[in-house]
């Protein structure tokens, strides 16, 4: 009975010395509804539970066991390719993420949102009876390429320390911020079945996806919002190859996918991770 028992607690310590001794970088599927850190908070739980620890509490930044980002925060209601930084990893967010992300986006025709997706209230309604497949092809090449991009005001920008999409939960004024330069590497109409239609994007860091399809919609004289949205790529990870689903949020899985810092990247100074690219 003895042995049993020293079998048992053997492998919970080492399992969490292991766990804490990853640096490097995975990627997760995050589903529709939590925000980021809600599922970031989730992964770390399930990892600290299955390393033994009793009632771990994810939130608690003093004395953290275990050190955890994810690089690029996607709006609560997309879905898609969320990327992890563990350990020394999370210093490596900010600058091997600054590269291209692709999404799929499902827009809708005739309705604008506060929020310019479809979970905000809807401030306008417009005809969309006019808009042909060859006019959304044309109106997208003005999207294409290095563009000025007003960013949502509802977003994860910040002013005064405080996030623009908390600030207006609470009633504060908010102004828009500036427009600002952003690159569009691929841009195509994958479907349109009226007041849907599909857009398939690759761009760069900062562009935010509901800006395109708002002023998409403005510019076809009408008006749209995002209805779904699916990051499919982020940096090196796609959701298709490398995005671990809930199921596979265990350390050996994670010990499969991970992709190690180098020496010279966890010798390097952390940045802040980038912003919110929906």
Request: aromatic share 4%.
């Amino acid at each position: 009975m003895a042995g049993n028992i020293s079998n048992t607690a053997t492998p919970i310590t080492s399992s969490l010395s292991k766990l804490q001794s990853l640096n490097g970088m995975f990627a997760i599927y995050k589903k529709q509804g939590p925000t980021s850190a809600d599922v970031l908070n989730k992964l770390k739980e399930v990892l600290l539970k299955e390393a033994g620890v009793k009632n771990p509490n994810p939130r608690k930044r003093k004395k953290q066991s275990l050190k955890m980002g994810h690089g690029g925060t996607l709006d609560s209601a997309a879905s898609g390719v969320l990327v992890v930084g563990v350990g020394n990893g999370t210093k490596m967010l900010s600058t091997m993420l600054a590269g291209s992300k692709k999404y799929i986006a499902v827009g809708q025709l005739g309705k604008a949102t506060d929020t310019l997706d479809a979970t905000g209230s809807v401030t306008l309604e417009k005809d969309f009876g006019h808009i042909t497949r060859l006019d959304i092809e044309e109106k997208l090449k003005a999207f294409t390429g290095d563009i000025m991009q007003v960013p949502p005001l509802y977003s994860a920008l910040k002013k005064d320390g405080q996030r623009l999409s908390v600030l207006l939960m609470k009633g504060h004024k908010v102004e828009a911020k500036p427009a600002r330069p952003v690159t569009v590497y691929n841009l195509t109409l994958q479907e349109f079945k009226p007041p849907l239609f599909t857009l398939d994007i690759e761009c760069g860091g900062g562009f935010y996806v509901r800006s395109l399809v708002d002023d998409l919609g403005k510019a076809l004289s009408s008006c749209a919002h995002v209805k779904e949205l699916t990051r499919t790529k982020q940096g090196q990870f796609t959701l298709e190859e490398h995005a671990l689903h809930e199921e596979q949020w265990t350390l050996e899985h994670i010990l499969r996918s991970l992709q190690p810092c180098s020496q010279s990247e966890q010798d390097g100074h952390c940045g802040e991770p980038p912003e919110a690219d929906t």
